[in-house]
Protein backbone atom coordinates (compact mmCIF):
# COMPACT_ATOMS: atom_id res chain seq x y z
CA UNK A 1 0.00 0.00 0.00
CA UNK A 2 0.95 3.86 -0.98
CA UNK A 3 -1.04 6.27 0.33
CA UNK A 4 -3.78 4.11 0.19
CA UNK A 5 -6.10 5.53 3.53
CA UNK A 6 -9.48 5.87 1.58
CA UNK A 7 -9.41 2.20 0.30
CA UNK A 8 -8.15 0.17 3.40
CA UNK A 9 -11.82 -0.04 5.20
CA UNK A 10 -13.03 -1.86 1.78
CA UNK A 11 -10.24 -4.10 1.69
CA UNK A 12 -10.49 -5.01 5.53
CA UNK A 13 -14.09 -5.96 4.56
CA UNK A 14 -13.77 -7.75 1.22
CA UNK A 15 -11.06 -9.92 3.33
CA UNK A 16 -13.02 -10.40 6.45
CA UNK A 17 -16.09 -11.81 4.15
CA UNK A 18 -13.93 -14.33 2.46
CA UNK A 19 -15.66 -17.68 2.57
CA UNK A 20 -12.05 -18.99 2.33
CA UNK A 21 -10.24 -17.90 5.57
CA UNK A 22 -7.36 -19.83 6.10
CA UNK A 23 -4.66 -17.55 4.83
CA UNK A 24 -2.02 -14.97 6.36
CA UNK A 25 -2.80 -11.31 5.13
CA UNK A 26 1.08 -9.28 4.91
CA UNK A 27 0.40 -5.58 4.43
CA UNK A 28 3.66 -3.47 3.09
CA UNK A 29 3.11 0.32 3.74
CA UNK A 30 5.17 1.54 1.04
CA UNK A 31 6.03 4.81 2.42
CA UNK A 32 2.48 6.07 2.83
CA UNK A 33 2.36 10.05 3.79
CA UNK A 34 -1.54 9.89 3.66
CA UNK A 35 -2.30 8.55 7.03
CA UNK A 36 -2.39 4.97 5.29
CA UNK A 37 -0.74 3.47 8.73
CA UNK A 38 -4.11 5.03 10.78
CA UNK A 39 -6.56 4.25 8.66
CA UNK A 40 -5.57 1.05 8.77
CA UNK A 41 -5.83 0.91 12.81
CA UNK A 42 -9.09 2.13 12.61
CA UNK A 43 -10.66 -0.25 10.17
CA UNK A 44 -8.72 -3.53 11.24
CA UNK A 45 -8.44 -3.16 15.35
CA UNK A 46 -8.65 -6.84 15.71
CA UNK A 47 -5.47 -6.71 13.50
CA UNK A 48 -6.52 -9.46 10.70
CA UNK A 49 -2.90 -8.09 8.68
CA UNK A 50 0.27 -7.96 9.83
CA UNK A 51 1.81 -4.85 9.10
CA UNK A 52 5.64 -4.03 7.45
CA UNK A 53 7.20 -0.98 6.42
CA UNK A 54 9.52 0.18 3.72
CA UNK A 55 10.93 3.39 1.93
CA UNK A 56 9.14 4.31 -1.27
CA UNK A 57 12.06 3.52 -3.64
CA UNK A 58 10.59 5.03 -7.00
CA UNK A 59 7.27 4.79 -7.36
CA UNK A 60 5.13 2.64 -9.67
CA UNK A 61 7.22 3.39 -12.79
CA UNK A 62 10.17 3.03 -10.86
CA UNK A 63 8.94 -0.43 -9.47
CA UNK A 64 8.09 0.25 -6.15
CA UNK A 65 5.37 -1.83 -5.77
CA UNK A 66 7.12 -4.72 -6.87
CA UNK A 67 10.40 -4.32 -4.40
CA UNK A 68 7.06 -3.73 -2.25
CA UNK A 69 5.42 -7.04 -3.16
CA UNK A 70 8.38 -8.97 -2.64
CA UNK A 71 9.57 -7.25 0.55
CA UNK A 72 6.56 -8.68 2.24
CA UNK A 73 6.74 -12.38 0.28
CA UNK A 74 10.41 -12.66 1.85
CA UNK A 75 9.07 -11.36 4.92
CA UNK A 76 6.21 -14.18 5.02
CA UNK A 77 8.02 -16.74 4.01
CA UNK A 78 10.98 -16.27 6.72
CA UNK A 79 8.18 -16.25 9.67
CA UNK A 80 6.77 -19.32 8.44
CA UNK A 81 8.20 -21.78 6.05
CA UNK A 82 4.83 -23.99 5.15
CA UNK A 83 2.68 -21.43 2.81
CA UNK A 84 1.52 -23.32 -0.39
CA UNK A 85 0.35 -20.21 -2.14
CA UNK A 86 1.65 -16.37 -1.83
CA UNK A 87 -0.99 -13.60 -3.69
CA UNK A 88 -0.63 -9.88 -4.49
CA UNK A 89 -3.67 -8.21 -3.27
CA UNK A 90 -4.10 -4.45 -4.30
CA UNK A 91 -6.11 -2.28 -1.37
CA UNK A 92 -8.71 -1.15 -4.09
CA UNK A 93 -9.66 -4.45 -5.11
CA UNK A 94 -13.15 -5.70 -3.53
CA UNK A 95 -13.53 -9.85 -4.34
CA UNK A 96 -16.68 -11.52 -4.37
CA UNK A 97 -17.02 -14.06 -1.20
CA UNK A 98 -15.99 -16.65 -2.83
CA UNK A 99 -13.26 -15.41 -4.87
CA UNK A 100 -10.38 -17.00 -2.48
CA UNK A 101 -12.69 -20.40 -2.44
CA UNK A 102 -12.77 -20.60 -6.37
CA UNK A 103 -8.91 -19.43 -6.86
CA UNK A 104 -6.82 -21.41 -4.45
CA UNK A 105 -7.67 -24.80 -5.30
CA UNK A 106 -7.15 -23.61 -9.15
CA UNK A 107 -3.20 -22.59 -8.57
CA UNK A 108 -1.83 -26.26 -8.23
CA UNK A 109 -0.19 -28.96 -10.07
CA UNK A 110 0.52 -27.61 -13.68
CA UNK A 111 -1.09 -24.50 -12.98
CA UNK A 112 0.94 -21.74 -11.30
CA UNK A 113 -0.73 -18.77 -11.12
CA UNK A 114 -4.53 -18.07 -11.28
CA UNK A 115 -7.05 -15.61 -10.48
CA UNK A 116 -10.44 -14.30 -11.64
CA UNK A 117 -11.99 -11.39 -13.65
CA UNK A 118 -12.79 -7.73 -13.04
CA UNK A 119 -16.45 -7.27 -12.79
CA UNK A 120 -16.32 -3.58 -12.54
CA UNK A 121 -18.18 -1.50 -15.09
CA UNK A 122 -15.81 -0.76 -17.94
CA UNK A 123 -12.79 -2.06 -17.31
CA UNK A 124 -13.54 -5.71 -18.52
CA UNK A 125 -9.80 -7.20 -19.54
CA UNK A 126 -8.62 -10.10 -21.51
CA UNK A 127 -9.75 -13.36 -19.78
CA UNK A 128 -6.49 -15.53 -20.91
CA UNK A 129 -4.84 -13.38 -18.19
CA UNK A 130 -4.53 -12.74 -14.84
CA UNK A 131 -4.96 -9.15 -13.66
CA UNK A 132 -1.97 -7.73 -11.44
CA UNK A 133 -4.09 -6.78 -8.46
CA UNK A 134 -5.06 -10.17 -7.82
CA UNK A 135 -2.47 -12.51 -8.72
CA UNK A 136 -2.27 -15.84 -7.04
CA UNK A 137 0.77 -18.15 -7.56
CA UNK A 138 1.46 -21.62 -6.11
CA UNK A 139 4.82 -21.48 -3.65
CA UNK A 140 6.84 -22.99 -7.07
CA UNK A 141 5.56 -20.64 -9.48
CA UNK A 142 6.21 -17.55 -7.63
CA UNK A 143 10.31 -18.64 -7.22
CA UNK A 144 10.30 -18.83 -11.15
CA UNK A 145 8.69 -15.41 -11.19
CA UNK A 146 11.34 -14.26 -8.62
CA UNK A 147 14.21 -14.15 -11.76
CA UNK A 148 12.48 -10.82 -13.51
CA UNK A 149 13.10 -7.30 -12.92
CA UNK A 150 11.36 -6.21 -10.10
CA UNK A 151 9.82 -3.56 -12.37
CA UNK A 152 6.04 -2.48 -14.32
CA UNK A 153 6.05 -5.27 -16.94
CA UNK A 154 6.54 -7.49 -14.22
CA UNK A 155 3.11 -9.17 -13.73
CA UNK A 156 2.81 -9.17 -17.68
CA UNK A 157 6.24 -11.56 -18.08
CA UNK A 158 5.25 -13.34 -14.46
CA UNK A 159 3.05 -15.21 -16.87
CA UNK A 160 5.81 -15.72 -19.33
CA UNK A 161 7.92 -16.65 -17.98
CA UNK A 162 6.05 -19.54 -15.70
CA UNK A 163 4.71 -21.25 -18.84
CA UNK A 164 8.78 -22.02 -20.12
CA UNK A 165 8.98 -23.74 -16.84
CA UNK A 166 5.78 -26.19 -17.92
CA UNK A 167 3.92 -23.85 -15.23
CA UNK A 168 0.01 -22.81 -17.01
CA UNK A 169 -2.01 -19.67 -15.83
CA UNK A 170 -6.00 -20.32 -15.30
CA UNK A 171 -8.67 -17.75 -14.96
CA UNK A 172 -11.77 -18.68 -13.22
CA UNK A 173 -14.44 -16.24 -14.98
CA UNK A 174 -16.90 -16.96 -12.24
CA UNK A 175 -14.58 -15.40 -10.09
CA UNK A 176 -15.17 -12.01 -10.04
CA UNK A 177 -13.43 -8.84 -8.33
CA UNK A 178 -14.32 -5.00 -8.49
CA UNK A 179 -11.45 -1.83 -8.26
CA UNK A 180 -12.30 1.26 -6.50
CA UNK A 181 -10.63 2.72 -9.10
CA UNK A 182 -9.96 2.32 -12.76
CA UNK A 183 -6.55 -0.64 -13.51
CA UNK A 184 -3.93 1.69 -13.46
CA UNK A 185 -4.90 4.96 -12.31
CA UNK A 186 -3.47 4.94 -9.04
CA UNK A 187 -1.41 8.35 -10.36
CA UNK A 188 -4.06 9.44 -12.53
CA UNK A 189 -5.60 8.13 -15.44
CA UNK A 190 -3.23 10.06 -18.11
CA UNK A 191 -0.14 8.80 -16.21
CA UNK A 192 -1.41 5.10 -15.78
CA UNK A 193 -2.30 5.00 -19.98
CA UNK A 194 1.58 6.72 -20.36
CA UNK A 195 2.85 3.43 -17.86
CA UNK A 196 0.96 1.33 -20.01
CA UNK A 197 2.45 2.17 -23.30
CA UNK A 198 6.45 1.99 -21.72
CA UNK A 199 4.81 -1.83 -20.58
CA UNK A 200 3.74 -2.45 -23.50
CA UNK A 201 7.47 -1.91 -25.22
CA UNK A 202 9.62 -3.50 -22.24
CA UNK A 203 7.62 -6.52 -22.37
CA UNK A 204 7.77 -7.00 -26.10
CA UNK A 205 4.30 -6.88 -27.48
CA UNK A 206 4.02 -7.27 -30.63
CA UNK A 207 3.21 -3.91 -32.66
CA UNK A 208 0.26 -4.66 -34.17
CA UNK A 209 -1.32 -6.14 -31.37
CA UNK A 210 -0.07 -2.98 -29.37
CA UNK A 211 -2.09 -0.90 -31.95
CA UNK A 212 -5.48 -3.08 -31.62
CA UNK A 213 -4.75 -2.57 -27.82
CA UNK A 214 -4.33 1.24 -27.85
CA UNK A 215 -7.43 1.69 -29.73
CA UNK A 216 -9.49 -0.68 -27.33
CA UNK A 217 -8.73 2.10 -25.20
CA UNK A 218 -10.14 4.99 -27.29
CA UNK A 219 -13.67 4.41 -25.75
CA UNK A 220 -12.37 4.30 -21.84
CA UNK A 221 -11.83 7.96 -19.88
CA UNK A 222 -9.63 9.87 -20.81
CA UNK A 223 -10.57 8.99 -24.53
CA UNK A 224 -8.18 10.12 -26.96
CA UNK A 225 -5.90 11.80 -24.96
CA UNK A 226 -4.95 8.45 -22.81
CA UNK A 227 -4.40 6.61 -26.13
CA UNK A 228 -2.20 9.16 -27.21
CA UNK A 229 -0.52 9.13 -23.35
CA UNK A 230 -0.05 5.12 -24.17
CA UNK A 231 1.26 5.79 -27.60
CA UNK A 232 3.89 8.14 -26.09
CA UNK A 233 4.80 5.81 -23.50
CA UNK A 234 5.39 3.22 -26.13
CA UNK A 235 7.56 5.22 -27.73
CA UNK A 236 9.50 6.77 -25.19
CA UNK A 237 10.32 3.94 -23.54
CA UNK A 238 13.13 1.83 -25.14
CA UNK A 239 14.19 -1.67 -24.55
CA UNK A 240 13.31 -2.18 -20.90
CA UNK A 241 15.23 -4.90 -18.19
CA UNK A 242 13.56 -8.10 -19.79
CA UNK A 243 15.31 -11.14 -21.20
CA UNK A 244 14.88 -10.47 -25.31
CA UNK A 245 13.77 -14.24 -25.28
CA UNK A 246 10.90 -13.49 -23.02
CA UNK A 247 10.03 -10.73 -24.97
CA UNK A 248 9.73 -12.58 -28.14
CA UNK A 249 7.59 -15.63 -26.56
CA UNK A 250 4.85 -12.99 -25.34
CA UNK A 251 5.02 -11.21 -28.93
CA UNK A 252 4.58 -15.07 -29.91
CA UNK A 253 1.64 -15.92 -27.79
CA UNK A 254 -0.01 -12.25 -28.76
CA UNK A 255 0.29 -13.46 -32.88
CA UNK A 256 -1.19 -16.62 -32.12
CA UNK A 257 -4.31 -15.21 -30.65
CA UNK A 258 -4.63 -12.68 -32.98
CA UNK A 259 -4.84 -15.95 -35.67
CA UNK A 260 -7.94 -17.20 -33.27
CA UNK A 261 -9.43 -13.71 -33.48
CA UNK A 262 -9.44 -13.62 -36.93
CA UNK A 263 -10.35 -17.39 -37.76
CA UNK A 264 -13.25 -17.21 -35.61
CA UNK A 265 -14.01 -13.44 -34.19
CA UNK A 266 -17.29 -15.02 -32.15
CA UNK A 267 -15.58 -17.73 -30.65
CA UNK A 268 -12.57 -15.30 -29.15
CA UNK A 269 -14.68 -12.64 -27.82
CA UNK A 270 -16.56 -15.64 -25.94
CA UNK A 271 -13.19 -17.15 -25.00
CA UNK A 272 -11.90 -13.22 -24.55
CA UNK A 273 -14.40 -11.16 -22.99
CA UNK A 274 -17.72 -13.01 -22.24
CA UNK A 275 -18.76 -12.47 -18.80
Known amino acids: MHNEAANVDGLVQTLRGQDFQDFVWWIVDDGST?????????ADPAGLGRVITKAND??????????????????????????????KLDADVRLAPDYLARIVPLASADVGIAGGVIASAGMAEQKFHVPGPVKLFTREAYH?????????????????IVAEHGLGTAV??????????????????????????????????DPFYFLLHAARYVGRKPY??????????????????YPVTLKRRHAKMQRGKLIDAVRNPLKFWRQAYAR
Open 34 to 42: DGTAMALQA
Open 58 to 87: GGLIGGSAYTSWRHGVRAALADRDDYTHVM
Open 144 to 160: VAEALPAAIGNDVMDEV
Open 172 to 205: DDAARFELARPIGASEGRVHGRFRNGRVCRWTGY
Open 224 to 241: LVGTLAMIWGYLRAGAGP
